[in-house]
């Protein structure tokens, strides 16, 4: 599967993957989904007919989605449920017949940048994001393209309009409408029969910044953020209406002008942990794809990126503090944005952010918990009680040059010294979204094994290494150990490393000098 999967995104195609004839319904199937993965195993999920579908296309309520957990004949959400545990209960693959999978039909985009978004799949029809926040409706039984969608992007109007155009995570799709975040700051409505636009709203200043994140919903609302922490952007989750688009509450994850009064009191609390007195100019702490919607606290739980003055561009600007609420993850109420709680996964000045937020019961210590999931850029994987924000434990997900430890009462890693590390801390899990069964209890996270050399050599010259290592762990969040691990490429991981070419080298040749490798997975 993720050899087609690659195919599949070279090409610029999606595609449905047809089952053999004969296969037979089985029984333990656990269905894992990994963004670029997720469109030709969701397609499956619509195997029905689109004549079959309600007269009401994009027909999606809470109500539905409850009712439809159980089933697995949709893919209604980003992350399927409103707990985002991205598990389907169907049984028809597995592993022996896996290899029996092949192309039903693909449809062209056309595009020259890859897709990377997730589908949502509704009554038989595939609604997914392309490159320029473009919007296709697909029938998922025939490949047939009922509608595209363009809000035709105002590039000259982006600071960063080229990233933020050629990436697009994904569409929400409520009640009737489809919904897209656009590279130029806009949440747009579109009518989920026709593909016309119903109504858009600016949730970001487009000479900024863009989106590049997928719209989620909860209780009537479009929640929607933005890219931008490496920009200077100040971060912020905003609310919109479903049908009317109006902004319904606006959450700021960092303080705003010092001079002017503060928007909550909660973001009052935070200015306390910031210095320097020009900090709160690019204060980031952006919220770009990291949004869950909790039903259970009727909570919005959701990711920050790191301070604006913990990257590259700004690190002349000096300040200290734990400058929140930049690398947290942060509960509001989901009718108002209020604060309820945070909890800050990275420590001041690393450069990282978080990933996807995963809802879950567990029996911890003996006690059934409902509790919060994520493993951070920073390579732990946290459990927070979902209802007060409490850690309730935090490990290492893979090996880790810059820490080796948490402090469950500080709250924070126990770091090594720069000079066992370079002081760098480095992505282990990205944008690629975790499964969790609670038939096996396991939960499923891609990542890779970067080796990074860390030497200084005068003579110049190259010590070669192996490669990146694509891997999926199969993690017990209960236990917080890895039960399995499988790599993208075993071989490669047994390959000797390949020597440098005459053209490659740089000096004399000369023994190799001790280097320090990093382990961590990237993009």
Not at 4 to 16: E, M
Not at 18 to 30: D, E, F, S
Not at 189 to 206: F, L, M, N
Not at 373 to 384: D, E
């Amino acid at each position: 599967m993720p050899a087609v999967t690659h195919s599949l995104r070279r090409k610029l195609h999606f595609a449905k993957i047809q089952l053999p004839h004969g296969c037979r319904i089985m029984k333990n199937w656990q269905f894992m989904c990994v963004t670029t993965i997720c469109l030709p195993i969701a397609a499956i999920l619509a195997l029905r007919s689109s004549a079959d579908s309600p007269t009401k296309a994009g027909d999606v309520t809470e109500s539905r989605v409850a009712s439809d957990a159980t089933e697995g004949n949709n893919w209604l959400l980003n992350g399927r449920t409103f707990d985002a545990q991205h598990f389907s209960p169907l049984k028809q693959i597995t592993a022996k017949n896996v290899s029996g999978l092949g192309l039903a039909w693909s449809l062209d985009i056309d595009s020259g940048m890859g897709i990377v978004s997730e589908p949502i799949i509704v009554d038989g029809i595939a609604y997914v994001s392309a490159p320029l926040s473009k919007v296709y409706a697909v029938d998922a039984a025939s490949g047939k393209q009922l509608w595209m969608f363009d809000p035709k992007i105002r590039l000259d109007q982006a600071i960063n309009g080229s990233y933020s155009a050629r990436t697009n995570a994904g569409v929400a799709v409520w009640n009737g409408k489809v919904y897209i975040g656009t590279g130029d700051c806009r949440l747009i409505a579109i009518d989920a029969t026709s593909g016309k636009q119903v109504w858009q709203a600016t949730v970001c200043q487009p000479n900024q910044t863009g989106i590049t994140g997928a719209p989620h919903v909860a209780k009537g609302k479009i929640l929607m953020g933005y890219n931008g922490s490496d920009d200077g952007v100040r971060g912020a989750l905003a609310a919109y209406d479903a049908d009317t688009g109006k902004e319904v509450w606006r959450f700021w994850t960092v303080p705003g002008d010092p001079a002017k009064p503060f928007e909550t009191k909660a973001l009052e609390m935070a200015a306390k942990t910031w210095s320097g007195k020009d900090s709160w100019k690019i204060g980031g702490g952006d919220v770009w794809t990291a949004i869950t919607y909790d039903p259970v606290t009727d909570q919005v739980i959701f990711g920050t990126a790191g301070a604006g003055v913990d990257y590259g561009e700004f690190e002349n600007i000096k300040t200290s503090g734990d400058r929140l609420f930049a690398g947290c993850i942060i509960a509001v109420n989901a009718d108002t944005g209020e604060y309820a709680w945070h909890f800050q996964t990275s420590s001041p000045g690393q450069q990282t952010e978080n990933n996807h937020i995963v809802m879950a019961d567990l029996v911890i210590d003996g006690e059934k918990r409902h509790v919060a999931m994520t493993v951070p850029k920073n390579g732990f994987f946290y459990i927070l009680d979902a209802k007060t924000g409490k850690l309730l434990s935090a490990n290492p997900l893979v090996k880790l040059s810059w820490a080796n430890s948490y402090d469950l009462h500080l709250g924070r890693a126990i770091e090594v010294p720069a000079s066992a590390g370079g002081g760098k801390q480095w992505t282990v899990h990205n944008w690629w979204p975790m499964s969790y069964s609670s038939l096996s209890g396991l939960i499923y996270i891609p990542a890779t094994d970067r080796q990074s050399p860390m030497q200084a050599d005068p003579d110049g010259g190259n010590e070669w290494m192996k490669g990146s290592q694509g891997r999926l762990i199969a993690w017990d969040p209960v236990s917080q150990s890895t039960r399995w691990s499988v790599s993208r490429d075993r071989a490669a991981e047994n390959s000797p490393p390949t020597p440098p070419t005459p053209e490659q080298k740089s000096g004399p040749s000369k023994p190799a000098l001790p280097s320090t490798p990093f382990l961590s997975p990237t993009l």
